[in-house]
């Protein structure tokens, strides 16, 4: 018989704390980055300084000496070149981090200084300096349908419109790094702060030559990591080199500043964006020329057209290389960018049209696609919480007064879904323990929890009941921790797992109960037989004798699925004399399939919609065009907000019977796609204005009312 | 002067300029300008007596965590929350900006939230250090009502959270929401916990007064 979901599940759907939740509340969860195995020395990283510059020499010997210092590491010798500001160039492990701290500032580097670019605009400059050679600007594929400039005649309204989005950076919490610790000389333990146990397991096998059996990589608990934190990285390999030759455990987690510089970045994004539709509010065409930075890694590309059905287009990417860290994947990857701009210009032409953006935006969602009636019920329904029909005003006609109020919506899309080669053991032992077994990890989504709440389902129990073990590699494959794939790609293996080791458990004790297997079940922590309770769950399971059940489940049918909608509203004030924003309100609407865990996934969506929201209102990496430098690589001038940032906040599961039916879809990354569009919408509806820059600060505000004042349009 | 000689702290109180300040009246102001100069002079006379409190190297201290006496042996420029996570094991306080911006360090010092990462251990001999570990993690406990309300995620900031709460609510018994935005404006959550964050606050004192 095929493996379903319970039609009528206790547990699964409910809200379920999460069975780490204590632990992590308490202070008693042990995080890699608190782990110090016996004997462990601190290693500390030596990073560029420049933008931009070659390597003359380098001299460790003054820092070798100095004491406490055990072993020193080179990562860039003579004659590299350095590419940004956090670029790795060496790390020193000694007894204790200011020994360490101390034995850096005793290396001796000499630079040449390179000259840098370190903004789009000083690397697109005719003769500017290069990243690396071949220029600093790469034509990405250009993309096309129709014939766009003959569509865009057909236009009765076009707006050209340029937007753009600044870099952020991933701030994950816990700073990228481990502690590696030798048992011997060809086997490895490591505490990692990452998103994928099995990943950084092949990478150190692979750097270290040593099979990768041998390396066992731990993460109980990881604190954050937004698609920064799949790989080991330099700094992962440079910790294990640095235990080897010290013959004792080495711990290395980045300082802030190179957290901010080197570890990781969102890519911008910026569009000049022609987009025409007929007076009766049907897209015709789009012509896009846009680019973005990821840095001196590339990446930086976006899906656009976004969501709606844009009949012809033609857009071009440029790839833009300036002397700053690398981007790395984050949330959602190009989604928010791509959204954003799409959303801005769709708005725009809205207001040309005269007509109302919701309706404009239901119009133009393609006929047929899975996602428009889903995405029609939600705008619905966000409609309604935010209040749009009543309170919703024209663009520019929200009173006099320098308090102006505005409503803005966006829509969004994701992908996600599972993999099939994933496994997950489980063991039912006759003391009545259960553990579940697999190499994934809890990037504070509550993946470990959702694993334990569909056991508890399968067996009568309480998810507190199982013990849900993962994080760590050596168990079998489980999915990285990245583009909402985990849920769908580990939960149905649990299932199958679960009911497996259910399966030979009833088998294995039927006979004792001279019963059939078919006639036993489990429910409340009771056996039944033929629908009467028996035996408590212990004493059943002490009915295996000696020997326990171990089964592996794997991928099955028709339990995942793939792509979701959804829909975001924002409602804010602008004061047009300071500048400032507030957000008011958020309504979120989410589909998201089958939902294991009502409270945990609430607590996702409301996660990303902060995180759109800093995206929308604070977050941007300052590059200092002249020294090459970041200005605000800390936690006081890069902002995050803060509790008495955040606004009312509600959140709706788009979750009908059809979509329940869906199975497991993963929800990491859609609801942080679409609020820092929404918010710039609601911000241009009640000031008059386009604000064409990310974020919405006062500076960006005020520019464009002063840009709008010079053109008389304000 | 207590707060700037390890050796001294413990017994009672010396005599300080900022002691002598609290307990001066704006109506004797000239007694206050005479009383500082003499403070002043009796500083100078006590660092020369004494010589100079210059600590360096390696020092052994004792740091009263938790309720119990830990020995640990930091430089002077070692962190408190350095110390405790480095040293002596107490891990439940993170380092995230190390700058006193994000709050994931804080840690209770004689009642009063601090930003450990920020603070140096040699100051704190003598003193009550507080972390949450040492909390209540029944169901009357701040930790619990963060669990239940599911305030955490990654759960790396949630210490600093939790610890600021109970120190606000040890202060505030009964906060409105805008008065528990302010108490926990000195932390940063990235994962976005706060709507939870909130209501925990808010449960927690409710049940902290069923205590």
């Not at chain 1, 290396?107 to 690396?132: C, D, N, R, S, W």
């Not at chain 1, 015709?284 to 680019?291: G, L, S």
Request: charged share 20%; with cysteine; aromatic share 4%.
């Amino acid at each position: 018989m095929a493996l379903t979901w319970p039609e009528n599940p206790r547990l699964i759907g409910t809200k379920i704390p999460r069975v780490d939740g204590l632990a992590k509340a308490s202070g008693r969860a042990k995080y890699p980055s608190d782990v110090r195995p016996e004997g462990t020395l601190f290693a500390v990283m030596l990073y560029s300084p420049h933008a931009h510059a070659k390597i003359k020499s380098i001299d460790t010997s003054a820092a070798e000496k100095l004491p406490g210092v055990k072993a020193v590491s080179t990562i860039a010798g003579a004659g590299t070149t350095l590419r940004y500001q956090g670029d790795d160039i060496a790390a020193v492990a000694a007894e204790t981090e200011d020994q360490a701290r101390d034995a850096v500032l005793a290396i001796k580097v000499e630079y040449e200084v390179l000259p840098h670019v370190v903004t789009e605009h000083q690397a697109m400059a005719e003769g500017a300096p290069e990243v690396f050679k071949g220029g600093n600007v790469r034509k990405g594929r250009a993309q096309s349908k129709g014939n766009p400039e003959e569509a865009m005649g057909k236009a009765d309204a076009a707006i050209e419109g340029t937007y753009s989005l600044p870099v952020i950076t991933h701030v994950c919490l816990e700073p990228h790094g481990l502690t590696a610790k030798w048992e011997g000389a060809d086997k490895l333990t490591v505490w990692s702060s990452t998103q994928a146990v099995q990943v950084v397991a092949g990478e150190l096998a692979d750097a270290l030559s040593i099979p990768v059996a041998n390396v066992t990589v731990l993460t109980d608990y990881m604190g954050g990591g937004f698609g920064s934190k799949f790989g080991a990285d330099v700094w992962g390999r440079t910790a294990a080199e640095l235990a080897k030759k010290a013959g004792r455990p080495v711990k290395l987690f980045l300082d802030r500043v190179q957290e901010h510089l080197a570890a990781g970045n969102r890519p911008s994004a910026s569009g000049k964006i022609k987009l025409g539709a007929t007076k009766d509010g049907k897209l015709v065409a789009m012509i896009a020329q846009t680019h973005g930075t990821g840095g001196a890694r590339g990446g930086s590309n976006f899906p656009l057209p976004y969501v709606y059905d844009v009949p012809a287009f033609a857009r071009t990417h440029n790839e833009v290389f300036v002397n700053c860290g690398g981007a790395r994947a984050m949330r959602a990857p190009g989604h928010p960018q791509g959204c954003a701009l799409m959303e801005a210009a769709m708005d725009d032409l809205a207001d040309k049209l005269g007509v109302d953006p919701l309706e404009f935006r239901l119009k133009n969602l393609p006929a047929g696609d899975f996602r428009t009636p889903i995405h029609e019920g939600e705008v619905e329904q966000g409609a309604e919480l935010i209040g749009w029909r009543e309170k919703r005003k024209p663009r520019g006609q929200n009173g006099g007064g320098p308090i102006r109020h505005g409503l803005g919506m966006a829509l969004h899309q994701w992908g996600g879904g599972g993999t099939q080669d994933k496994k997950v053991n489980c063991t039912i032992n006759p003391d009545g323990s259960v553990e579940l077994k697999t190499a994934t990890q809890d990037i504070g989504t509550g993946a470990r929890t959702i694993l334990a709440i569909i056991a508890a389902e399968v067996l009568g129990l309480k998810p507190t009941d199982i013990i849900s073990n993962i994080g760590n590699s050596s168990f079998p494959p489980g999915q990285p921790s990245g583009g909402s794939t985990t849920s769908p790609s580990m939960a149905p293996p649990c299932l199958d797992a679960v009911t497996k080791a259910r399966d030979a458990m009833f088998k294995k004790i039927a006979p004792t109960l001279h019963a059939a297997a078919e006639d036993l079940d489990l429910k409340n922590g009771q056996l039944q037989v033929k629908g009467g309770p028996v035996m408590g769950w212990k004493e059943a399971c002490r009915k295996l004798g000696m020997a326990s059940i171990a089964e592996t489940g794997s991928a099955a049918e028709g339990l995942a699925s793939v792509g979701v909608g959804g829909c975001q509203f924002a409602e804010v004030t602008v004061d047009i004399e300071t500048g400032v924003v507030r957000v008011k309100k958020i309504v979120a609407i989410q589909d998201s399939g089958l939902i294991l865990d009502r409270l945990t996934w609430d607590s996702q969506v409301y996660g990303g919609v902060i995180m759109g929201l800093n995206y929308g209102l604070f977050e941007e990496r300052i590059m200092d065009p002249d020294t090459g430098v970041m200005l605000n690589p800390d936690m006081e001038l890069y902002k995050l907000a803060g509790a008495s940032d955040i606004p009312e906040i509600v959140v709706r599961a788009y979750d009908p019977p059809d979509q329940k039916a869906r199975g497991v879809i993963g929800v990491g990354e859609p609801p942080t796609i679409a609020t820092a569009a929404a918010i710039a919408n609601a911000v241009t509806n009640a000031i008059g204005v386009r604000v064409p820059e990310w974020p919405m600060t006062p500076r960006n505000v005020l520019n464009a009312l002063a840009t709008a004042s010079k053109e008389g349009k304000a | 002067m207590r707060e700037h000689d390890p050796k001294n702290n413990g017994g009672p109180p010396g005599h300080s300029r900022r002691d002598f300040l609290r307990g001066s009246g704006l109506a004797a102001a000239s007694a206050v300008l005479t009383g500082q100069a003499t403070a002043a002079l009796d500083e100078a006379g006590a660092v020369q007596e004494a010589g100079p409190k210059v600590v360096s190297g390696e020092v052994e201290i004792t740091l009263k965590v938790n309720g119990q006496e830990l020995k640990a042996t930091v430089e002077p420029r070692s962190t408190l929350l350095d110390t405790l996570r480095n040293r002596l094991d107490v891990t439940g306080p993170k380092r995230v900006c190390d700058r006193a911006s994000c709050g994931a360090c804080t840690t209770i010092i004689d009642g009063a939230p601090v930003y450990s990462c920020t603070t140096l251990a040699i100051t704190c001999q003598g003193k009550t250090i507080e972390t949450l570990e040492s909390f209540d993690a029944g169901e009357k406990g701040v930790p619990h009502a963060f669990h239940q309300n599911d305030a955490l995620m990654c759960g790396y900031c949630t210490p600093g959270f939790v610890t600021a709460c109970k120190a606000m609510l040890d202060k505030n018994p009964n906060p409105t929401l805008e008065e528990v935005k302010k108490g926990l404006d000195g932390n940063i959550c990235r994962c976005g916990t706060y709507i939870g964050v909130l209501q925990a606050a808010l449960d927690a004192a409710k049940a902290m007064k069923g205590a």
